[in-house]
């Protein structure tokens, strides 16, 4: 087998951030972190590990860190099942999971949650943008993702989790300054829009879906799901925001909608490795739950599919 | 001069993030978009964007960005003196800033929004932690930071703002859960500890400086500062939360100090770039005053130095 105590070290430089946090985390001394990591390079025969600051793992080092982390991850139900086995706090498991800004910021909390309560697991919570999470989990950085995309990634199962409703809101105040003679092209032109960053295209699709106009007004960038909500509210500019943050300060009356009832809705996935791990079926059950709460149904003929990859 | 298209065409693929938004953006074709980069590419002798979706800047292609930036704004300022100048809303400039996620999430904003409301100008956001935000400044990425770091960047003014402070807190049937018998070492070596990403030092720092205990308890990572007070009010850990978003959680009772007032203060500072821009003026002033009203005052004898690189 391979040699783990080597593999831990690696895997701790990474968790951790730091050669010196690591060795803490160990209980050896720095130097001895270094030398492990330089004798599994050797045995690799690669670079695992770029000695900046933080360390960041090569394309071969994170490989490794995903497989430490999967065997952890059973590990730590073998423990479940032999508790004699079981380590103290620190040992517990950790699930890497990739999740959007938006879904972070508006459902999935609840369910990692209830998840880590019941089962006493750690969570760490990576961001992306939901075109990007299922990219994470094809490098092995993490075991499970929130993601746009419906194709299973290899070793991984899908299944739609419903969609995410956006609606286009300003502050009132905005809306009298910009909008006087209403949401016409003239103005859509000037207004300032917001956008999370650079990758952002929500607001774009919704003038063209539903005005059939090109995005072509001044654009703020905050890239924060509550700080976009709160730059709104500020009057900063107009965006689209999910309707789960949005319902209240629309009921409030301090948001307010561009055209009621103009909505976008963005499908989300759920995609997890193949791995017949109870933790990772047991976080699947509490997104799945939380998502039937929050989220808009998937279309029916498409709800009872799960694909495999 | 330099040609002034050809990094027009370059700027707009970044700000863009693609070269046919930035086609769409520029009212040209796509091809052309294409031709001017390539053309500047020859003159400079240096490949200036990695074409990958997004497409990013090479260093030197970041250079000529900045660049584009800097001259945009001071157009801008000519503009507010030679109305007949001034273009369309779009041409508007945008001033790119890094703020780190905890200021962002809790007293940046009005600022900003005041900023905006009084010039027009837009803001491009960038979020990176206070540690690292100096080297945005520095790469010419962004021309004002909120930073941590005092000593200011070559051809920048720096100023202090104050401190933000922390508040060490749990939910209720967290602490009633985790800490039975009081905040003991034992108990803190058991109880889940939330963390921002693997770079954020903060929770350890508290310990250390209140307790004299190393950070040894199993660890959530929760990278957004609303899903992190989120994360705490749920019961997923304890954590340290800026005291202006903590507040009114405290105050409800649906937060707990761990240590009742034992803070730790972060002590940050604004730099902006050195170019004489009334923009840059203005937000600076915006800034200063939103800090005076929601930062702890910097120590007296620091509070009238502001240095220059």
Redesign the interface.
Known sequence: MLDYPLLAALAAV????GFERAA??LGVTPSAVSQRIRALEERVGAALVVRSQ?PVPTEAGARLCAHVERVRLLEGELAADLPALAG???G?P?LPVAVN?DS??SWF??A??RF??ATGA??????DDEDHTAARLRSGEVLAAVTADPAAVPGCRTRPLGALRYVACASPAFMARHFPQGVTAAAL??A?VLQFD??DGLQARWLRRHLDL?L????????????FL??SL???GWALHPVPLAAAPLAAGRLVELLPGAALEVPLHWQHARLGARLLEALTREVAAEARRSLIAPDAGIAGLAGEG
Chains 1, 2 share one sequence.
């Open positions: 990474i968790r951790e951030g803490a985390r933080p103290p706090g620190p517990a950790a800004a972070l910021g909390l609840p990692a949650a880590s309560e750690l969570l760490h919570l990576l961001l032109a000037r300032p650079r990758k090109p072509a007004a001044p654009t703020h960038q905050v890239p924060s799901t509550q700080g709160d730059a500020l009057g900063l």
